[in-house]
């Protein structure tokens, strides 16, 4: 595919902000991405996958690279696991759904989760007890500057939560073009720690879930949490879950008797960003075309025509709030662009 010139990305983003890049192009093959990379090697760079993670903020004075690699299929197989390998550009809940249809274990609790493979590993995506490093093995990467292919495996990552070595030391450096997982066929490990998960189980009287089910109560949660980005834009979860120290969490437990909690460490707890958001009063808070979701707090919305410098400011507006309440600084999952 050619060279675009001024292309909208409103519908290349699941907040829905009308903004442009100044260049774009379709990128569907390794070896075109390789030519595009070499041909244009001086221009600034923006690599695009699924357009679920970011907020934009203005338009793109770049070459976007619009990264649409396509296909899914098993490489290894064993006696109680099998290695399936993603392409970048594949739709990460198609994928699970895939999983599931062939009854590959690992990866369904992380149903309807938006965004594409390619950009799973970047933020090791997790959701209800799961982390993607759990079945992640290894990803192919492209080199921007050296054209090179480099396979990185899951050590190498450096996964922490939502954090990888591509959004730190390697940051910019690579284009994730593939992902390898290992996932069960047989003793599937059921996670349902989630007491949202359980209560889902209960309600529809299953006592032994298998993936699809957990799969299904996932979704059902979602959907009835989460705006379908469709409809409403938004890139779901806005904001990282804070983690606190022990001393921390008791002195807030003096003020908030209510305040939930997760046990991370013996030194560490992790407490519910929308919570804290929630109690600070923005839930359901909507400043004319945009503000926060009203079942949700987590979710920031944009609910027509909104810039994204506008949505920023709420962001940070709610960060200064929960800072002052609680003394906590809740950092961003999207990327500020």
């Known amino acids: 595919m050619p060279i675009l010139q001024n292309v909208p990305l409103r519908n290349l983003n699941t907040f829905g902000i009308n903004a442009n890049a100044?260049?774009?192009?379709?990128?569907?093959t390794e070896d075109y991405l390789k030519k595009v990379l070499t041909d244009n090697a001086q221009k600034s760079l923006f690599i695009l996958g699924g357009g679920s993670n970011m907020l934009l903020t203005r338009d793109i004075n770049a070459l976007v690279l619009h990264i649409?690699?396509?296909?899914?299929?098993?490489?290894?197989?064993?006696?109680?696991h099998v290695i399936v390998k993603a392409m970048a550009g594949e739709n990460w809940h198609d994928f699970v759904l895939w999983c599931i249809s062939n009854n590959y274990g690992g990866v369904e609790n992380l149903?309807?989760?938006?965004?594409?493979?390619?950009?799973?590993?970047?933020?090791?995506?997790?959701?209800?007890?799961?982390?993607?490093?759990d079945t992640?093995?290894?990803?192919?990467?492209?080199?921007?500057?050296?054209?090179?292919?480099?396979?990185?495996?899951?050590?190498?990552?450096?996964?922490?939560?939502?954090?990888?070595?591509?959004?730190?030391?390697?940051?910019?450096?690579?284009?994730?073009?593939?992902?390898n997982f290992k996932l069960t066929t047989s003793n599937h490990k059921i996670n349902?720690?989630?007491?949202?998960?359980?209560?889902e189980l209960k309600a529809h009287?299953?006592?032994?879930?298998?993936?699809?089910d957990i799969s299904n109560a996932v979704i059902t949660i979602r959907k009835s949490k989460l705006p379908d980005p469709k409809v409403i834009g938004n890139s779901g979860s806005f904001f990282k879950n804070p983690v606190i120290s022990q001393s921390h969490y008791k002195e807030l437990q003096n003020n908030?008797?209510?305040?939930?909690?997760?046990?991370?460490?013996?030194?560490?707890?992790?407490i519910p960003a929308g919570w804290l958001i929630e109690k600070a009063g923005f839930k359901g808070k909507r400043f004319g075309n945009y503000g926060v979701h009203n079942k949700q707090?987590?979710?920031?919305?944009?609910?027509?025509n909104a810039k994204g410098s506008d949505i920023y400011d709420l962001a940070k507006l709610i960060q200064k709030t929960v800072l002052r309440l609680f003394e906590i600084n809740i950092e961003t999952e999207v990327n500020i662009i």
Request: aromatic share 8%; net charge negative; with cysteine.
């Open 22 to 28: 100044k260049e774009y192009c379709n990128i569907a």
């Open 111 to 133: 149903s309807l989760i938006p965004g594409n493979v390619g950009t799973a590993p970047i933020q090791n995506i997790g959701a209800y007890g799961v982390e993607l490093k």
């Open 297 to 304: 707090a987590l979710v920031l919305v944009n609910y027509g």
């Open 192 to 199: 349902i720690d989630y007491g949202a998960i359980k209560q």
């Open 136 to 179: 992640l093995v290894s990803c192919t990467a492209v080199h921007i500057k050296n054209k090179t292919t480099q396979v990185f495996s899951n050590e190498e990552c450096r996964f922490g939560y939502r954090e990888s070595v591509f959004k730190n030391e390697l940051k910019g450096e690579f284009i994730v073009t593939s992902v």
């Open 256 to 270: 908030f008797e209510d305040i939930p909690s997760y046990q991370i460490s013996e030194t560490e707890i992790k």
């Open 68 to 80: 649409n690699l396509k296909g899914i299929e098993v490489i290894e197989n064993h006696e109680n």
């Open 205 to 212: 009287n299953i006592e032994d879930p298998s993936i699809k």
